[in-house]
């Protein structure tokens, strides 16, 4: 099978088995606290363990892919995976819980060593389509995830989707070993511990870094507050929110899959950049004008066709600015930046929404993303962007 013979078909794969496990458990896991014990307090930090662990190993894992290979990295963290669910469905305590959910996120910061992966296997106007992969694993796990998790619930009982998400991950472990060749990376090996201070170092890295805060801080504000605007203001309960994260997840992968790749060969990255964060910002600002289910739609889509084309090009502008032999470093830099916005960004989201009004989380966002699509027309009309030499 010509999938079997290309790599960007076998890490999109790789990724999406992994994704597939991140929506299994995310639908099912603040419920699942709550039989432990946990407050919604409680809730909130297990969502900021995995976050800050997100933050902390990111780089390091990266680093070590730089050093040691791609493929062992991803093996490692698989199996790593296999023990977080499994740890996720024998936990009887809360200590438990919150040992199982550190542990997933250390194992999750591997997506970064997933996207210097395709940087080692494409070129430099063929890297967004390539990182387009990645979000299309997100979105089929987004699409496929939760209705796994519902059916293993319902048949086996609330642990069982733990239990189905670490047999995922083995499949993935013995999916690498069997079909993910090492990448050939190009340049020599860095062995710098400065990575954050380095990424700043260079402007166009350092522009691209804080475009990604600032567009996850806001994007994180949307979707931290979602399910409760839906709840609050059109009476959603856990059914309609899933119809409606389907939804999203369908539009975000046919996006990325079928658009993506044909629009960023034709405009480039930072055409897309611009036109991402301003379907994401239209799309946060029309979103609590809806007063019906249906007219939610054409905000959801805009929001997922958003993520869809921004965050593939994104990505490629941050590889593209980055030394050619820190690839992987560098962009698990750019996942920890990112951490920072998933740590600050649902607290901004919930206040926001508890203290200023349940439509503010999203007129932020809105800001937030227009903003940064107005900064990044200035920069490209200015030929500010300079990536580092390949």
């Known amino acids: 099978m010509k999938l079997f013979r290309n790599p960007l078909g076998?890490?999109?794969?790789?990724?999406?088995?992994?994704?597939?496990?991140?929506?299994?458990?995310?639908?099912?896991?603040?419920?699942?606290?709550?039989?432990?014990?946990?407050?919604?307090?409680?809730?909130?930090?297990?969502?900021?363990?995995?976050?800050?662990?997100?933050?902390?190993?990111?780089?390091?894992?990266?680093?070590?892919?730089?050093?040691?290979?791609?493929?062992?990295?991803?093996?490692?963290?698989?199996?790593?995976?296999?023990?977080?669910?499994?740890?996720?469905?024998?936990a009887d305590s809360l200590w438990i819980l919150f040992g199982a959910r550190a542990l997933g996120g250390l194992c999750a910061a591997n997506i970064s060593t997933a996207q210097a992966y395709i940087a080692d296997v494409t070129t430099k106007e063929t890297r967004a389509r390539g990182m387009a992969i990645v979000g299309a694993g997100f979105g089929l796990g987004f699409v496929f995830g939760p209705a796994m998790s519902a059916m293993a619930a319902h048949h086996w009982?609330?642990?069982?989707?733990?239990?189905?998400?670490?047999?995922?991950?083995?499949?993935?472990?013995?999916?690498?070993?069997?079909?993910?060749?090492?990448?050939e990376r190009r340049g020599s090996t860095a062995r710098s511990e400065r990575s954050l201070s380095d990424a700043m170092a260079i402007p166009n890295l350092a522009f691209y870094l804080m475009v990604f805060l600032v567009v996850t801080l806001g994007f994180a504000n949307v979707e931290s507050t979602f399910a409760l605007w839906t709840s609050h203001e059109l009476g959603f309960a856990e059914k309609q929110n899933a119809y409606?994260?389907?939804?999203?997840?369908?539009?975000?992968?046919?996006?990325?899959?079928?658009?993506?790749?044909?629009?960023?060969?034709?405009?480039?990255?930072?055409?897309?950049?611009?036109?991402?964060?301003?379907?994401?910002?239209?799309?946060?600002?029309?979103?609590?004008?809806?007063?019906?289910?249906?007219?939610?739609?054409?905000?959801?889509?805009?929001?997922?066709?958003?993520?869809?084309?921004?965050?593939p090009s994104l990505m490629a502008s941050i590889s593209n600015s980055a030394p050619v032999d820190r690839q992987g470093e560098m962009l698990g830099v750019a996942q920890s930046v990112g951490a920072i916005g998933r740590i600050v960004g649902p607290g901004l989201g919930g206040f926001l929404f508890d203290h200023a009004g349940h439509a503010w989380p999203y007129r932020t966002a809105a800001v937030l993303m227009l903003g940064v699509s107005l900064a990044v027309t200035a920069r490209s009309r200015r030929g500010r962007d300079t990536p580092t030499a390949r």
């Open 157 to 183: 009982g609330y642990r069982a989707p733990f239990f189905l998400a670490a047999g995922l991950a083995a499949i993935n472990v013995a999916w690498a070993a069997i079909a993910l060749p090492e990448p």
């Open 244 to 311: 409606l994260f389907t939804f999203i997840g369908i539009v975000l992968t046919s996006v990325q899959l079928l658009a993506t790749r044909r629009l960023s060969a034709r405009y480039g990255d930072a055409k897309l950049i611009v036109a991402g964060t301003a379907l994401l910002g239209v799309g946060a600002m029309l979103l609590p004008m809806s007063t019906a289910w249906w007219q939610l739609l054409i905000p959801c889509a805009l929001l997922a066709s958003g993520n869809a084309v921004n965050s």
């Open 10 to 90: 076998v890490i999109f794969l790789t990724v999406m088995i992994d994704l597939l496990g991140w929506g299994i458990v995310i639908p099912i896991l603040p419920t699942y606290a709550q039989r432990l014990g946990a407050s919604g307090t409680t809730v909130g930090l297990l969502g900021t363990t995995f976050s800050a662990m997100q933050f902390l190993f990111s780089p390091a894992w990266g680093r070590l892919s730089d050093r040691v290979g791609r493929r062992r990295v991803i093996m490692v963290t698989a199996m790593g995976s296999v023990i977080a669910y499994v740890a996720y469905g024998l």
